[in-house]
């Protein structure tokens, strides 16, 4: 059983920036990565993912502000959230496919707000 916990969320005023942070109980956080987020009454949404060997994707809303990275020698996924908006506010979770199961963090809390 992998175990994923965020870190990094909190209360941001727009144009600022926060760096999320998704730490694994796997050694090397290998496999399908990506962060998806969901506002209240909103359906959960892909934000970023990060293949096996680098290869990066972005919903059009976020792509130029935001980067998602993996740092394998800390077992950490990150997601450098630049320039937010108040529609980035939502709950931040992180998400693995790996060897055919699928696990969850809890979530993490982002507010933009002035």
């Known amino acids: 059983q992998v175990q994923l916990v965020e870190s990094g969320g909190g209360l941001v005023q727009p144009g600022g920036s926060l760096n999320l942070s998704c730490a694994a109980s796997?050694?090397?956080?290998?496999?399908?990565v990506a962060w998806y987020r969901q506002a209240p009454g909103k359906q959960r949404e892909s934000v970023a993912t990060?293949?096996?060997?680098?290869?990066?994707t972005y919903r059009d809303s976020v792509k130029g502000r935001f980067t998602i990275s993996r740092d394998s020698a800390k077992n950490t996924v990150f997601l450098q959230m630049n320039s937010l908006k108040p529609d980035d506010t939502a709950v931040y979770y992180c998400?693995?496919?790996?060897?055919?199961?699928?696990?969850w963090g809890q979530g993490t809390q982002v507010t933009v707000s002035s």
């Open positions: 998400f693995l496919r790996l060897d055919g199961l699928e696990y």
């Open positions: 796997v050694s090397g956080f290998p496999g399908y």
């Open positions: 990060i293949h096996t060997y680098g290869y990066t």
